[in-house]
Structure formats: structure tokens, C-alpha cells
């Protein structure tokens, strides 16, 4: 499946169905982020029921704590 | 108009009337590392009427390559760095107020020193603290700005009581283990990009133009060459407990604040970290560190020796962390913000 995360055109396995596998896949904690599918903000408990498509736009948002 | 904020004052957002609202505000800045020291000159450098700096540390030689605003003789010296940032400040600019304060950034001190600050800058290393300045935020209905970098990725919003998502709307728990500067490096341009969000959000602030304000989480990473900027006021939580109606500040309490106490006799310091935290994976820090020291571990705890270190530090599945080898609270949590996050 081809998808955009952050900015860049990707193609990721076909195992990756949903934005909770999506998230394994990169093994991001998905506690501190923020996570955006197509302008729109998913909600933290719907990452496992949030399934994705050809064309996706995916932005992944860090929060980190250096300074 | 004044000659040495000309350039400033032509700037149309801000004019005349801006200046003279930036000459008597009063910024409080968070942390006097790399993001303090740089949000500091640029402030100082444009008329801040008085800037507040808090930070419990000194000057080492491996914050020179991008704490903007130290020496090589305040490394030799190990001034703490809100004095030897106040010293560089003020020969900056002599007209500005600063004070300088040496201090752990606790809630007895954020609730004093929040009373005469316009605007927060958070320019600190962990989310213990941030999340102490996001609840002395909302209840003294102060503007807050979130900045944080770590390698070539950096992060910024703008928090506004009453109006945008907090930092506890935005978080589940207070993240941990995550990477820091001290595992992972940080290059200065990253602290730069994120100072300028922080800096240019703080001048609109200043100046009261909160119309021109950014509105989203920013995002970036410069050696990716990516740049997110997200709208998130759909995740405002009406039942937070920090910003809702109802909110009780969890963070202001004693039972949700790290506690640390001295082991007697045993050169250690005990450090247990707020029940609201996250769980730190174990396994995941010991991949974290084993470029950085010998890492040794068992089913219930994690012992990490850093090379050419005295101190040790053990980590205990409950989140319960030992630093051996030193007996000052303030040195433990400073090594457990650069390991662990
Ligand atoms: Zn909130």
C-alpha cells in the first residue's frame, strides 16, 4: 500500500492494515504522540479501528522532552 | 523611535506601540540550557522589559556546543547557568531587568514567579516539570509556550488558558524513556529552529496581537527535511483535569510530583517518579544505552554504568530509580533527566 507519512510517499508492507499496525510497524509509543490521518486528528483509542487506504496522509507528531 | 529597536519598530505587527508593550512586559523562562539561553538573548536583544530565569544547573564543557550564550571560562568556573546567562545578558543589554534564580523549577517557586510573568517559556529538559508549568499555567491564567528538541527533530505550541488544548489534553501520561539530548545529541540548529516558533509566538503575545498566533503543534526535522503543523483544538478535553471546569491541577500536588530521598550511609539517591507517569520499558532503555555504557539486566531491574562515569544507576520495574555514587538529590535527578527523559 502506498501511503504519505510525514511528508514522504511510502510504500508499507500489506500487513499493515490499521494506524495501530501502521504504528508498530515505525515502533512508535503511542502514548506521546499526536497522530493525524488526513487533516484529522485520531483519537488515541481509535488507533486499532482506524484502517488505512491507498493514498493515506499520515503525520506523526513527537512530543519529546530535551531542551 | 528609539535607534536601537528600529528595525523592530518597522516591522508592522509590532510598531511603536508594540515595542513599548515589549519594554514593559515580563517574560519567565524555564531551564537555562540550550533553548533557555538562546530565548533569552532573543528576548533580551528586543526590549524585554524584565526577564526571570530559573535553573538549578552550571556550565559544563559539553554545553558549549549549543548553550548560546556560555564560555569557556564559565565551564572551567562551573557558574550555575542562570547567573552566568544573567552576566552575559545584561552586558547584552543593560536596560533590561533580569533576575536570576538558582533553583529547582518546584511549584513553590513557579507559583510565585508566575504572578508578574505576561508570558511562560518552557525551555526545560524533562515533562515532570512541564507538566508543573502546564497546571501553574491554567490556574494563574498565563500563557505558556511548549518547546522541545532532541537530534534534528524539535516541537513547539502555544498553550493559551481558555482557549487551546493543554499539554495534559494532549497526553495520555507523562511520557518516559523516550530519547533525550544526552542519548541520542541534539545539533544547534534544531534548538534554533525551535526558539524562533517560541520567540516569534512570545513577541505576538507580547504585543497582544494573539490574532497572529500560530494555532497549531509544530513539528520539524532538519535533517529530514519535514515540517508538520498540526491543528489540535479538537483534542481539547472537556473533563481535563488541568483545564476543564473542573480541573484540580493533578500537578500542582505533592502524591503526583517525583520524590527523592538521600539512602543514609550508602551514597545513593532514591528517586521515585510520579504515579502518573508511564511504565519505563526496560528492555527498550537497555537497547537505549548499551551504545553509551555497560548495561546489565534481569527480570526485575536494569543496572546502567556510563563510561567513563562514578555514578551508577539501577532501575527498578516499578519505575523506582537508584543513582549510586552520589548523595545531592539535585546531581541524581539531573543524571536520571539525561538517561531516562
Ligand atoms: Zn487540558
Redesign the interface.
Known amino acids: 500500500m502506498m501511503i504519505h507519512v510525514n511528508g514522504c510517499q511510502t510504500n508499507v508492507p500489506s500487513d499493515v492494515r490499521t494506524m495501530e499496525q501502521l504504528m508498530h510497524y515505525y515502533e512508535l509509543q503511542a502514548k506521546s504522540m499526536i497522530v493525524e490521518l488526513n487533516k484529522a486528528i485520531v483519537n488515541k483509542d481509535k488507533y486499532a479501528s482506524t484502517s488505512l487506504q491507498n493514498g493515506d496522509c499520515i503525520e506523526f507528531v513527537h512530543f519529546v522532552g530535551g531542551g | 523611535m528609539q535607534e536601537r529597536y528600529s528595525r523592530q519598530q518597522l516591522f508592522t505587527p509590532i510598531g511603536l506601540e508594540g515595542q513599548q508593550k515589549i519594554n514593559c512586559k515580563t517574560v519567565l523562562i524555564i ?1 537555562a ?4 539561553a538562546a530565548s533569552a538573548e532573543s528576548l533580551v536583544r528586543a526590549g524585554i522589559g524584565k526577564l526571570v530565569i530559573v535553573d538549578r544547573d552550571y556550565v559544563e564543557v559539553s554545553n558549549l556546543q549549543r548553550q548560546q550564550l556560555y564560555e569557556e571560562r564559565d565551564a572551567t568556573l562551573r557558574i550555575p547557568k542562570a547567573e552566568a546567562a544573567k552576566a552575559h545578558l545584561q552586558s547584552i543589554n543593560s536596560a533590561v531587568t533580569i533576575e536570576s534564580h538558582v533553583a529547582d523549577a518546584d511549584v513553590e517557586l513557579l507559583s510565585q514567579l508566575v504572578l508578574e510573568a505576561d508570558v511562560l517559556l ?6 515532570d516539570t ?1 507538566m508543573i508549568i502546564n497546571d501553574i499555567a491554567q490556574k494563574y491564567n498565563t500563557p505558556w509556550i511548549y ?4 537530534g534534528s ?3 513547539s505550541f502555544t498553550i493559551i488558558p481558555g482557549k487551546t488544548p493543554c499539554l495534559n489534553c ?4 507523562v ?1 518516559l524513556g ?4 544526552d542519548t541520542v545529541g ?1 545539533i544547534s540548529p534544531t534548538v534554533q529552529m ?1 526558539v524562533a516558533h517560541q520567540v516569534a509566538e512570545a513577541l505576538k503575545l507580547l504585543v497582544e496581537d494573539e490574532g497572529a498566533l500560530r494555532q497549531t ?1 509544530v ?1 520539524f ?1 532538519l535533517w ?1 527535511h ?3 503543523s ?3 483544538q ?2 481539547k478535553q472537556s473533563a481535563c483535569t488541568s483545564c476543564g471546569p473542573d480541573a484540580t491541577y493533578p500537578y500542582l500536588h505533592y502524591d503526583q510530583q517525583m520524590k527523592s530521598a538521600v539512602l543514609c550511609g550508602r551514597d545513593t539517591v532514591q528517586l521515585r517518579p510520579a504515579p502518573g507517569n ?1 511504565k519505563i520499558d526496560l528492555n527498550e532503555l537497555s537497547k537505549r544505552m548499551a551504545s553509551l555504557g555497560k548495561v546489565e539486566q534481569n527480570p526485575f531491574l536494569l543496572s546502567f554504568q556510563p563510561y567513563n562515569m562514578k555514578e551508577r544507576m539501577v532501575v527498578f520495574q516499578d519505575n523506582r530509580v537508584l543513582i549510586h555514587g552520589t548523595k545531592d538529590i539535585h546531581e541524581a535527578k539531573k543524571l536520571y ?1 539525561q538517561w531516562i ?1
Request: aromatic letters at 8%; glycine letters at 16%; a negative charge.
Open positions: 531551564g540550557g540550550a533553548l533557555g518552557d525551555a526545560t529538559d524533562n515533562f512541564r518547546g522541545a528538541c532532541v527533530y524539535g516541537i494532549l497526553l495520555e501520561t511520557p523516550g530519547a533525550t539530548c541534539i525551535v503543534v513539528s526535522d529530514q519535514n515540517y508538520q498540526i491543528h489540535v479538537s483534542a508511564h533527566y527523559g
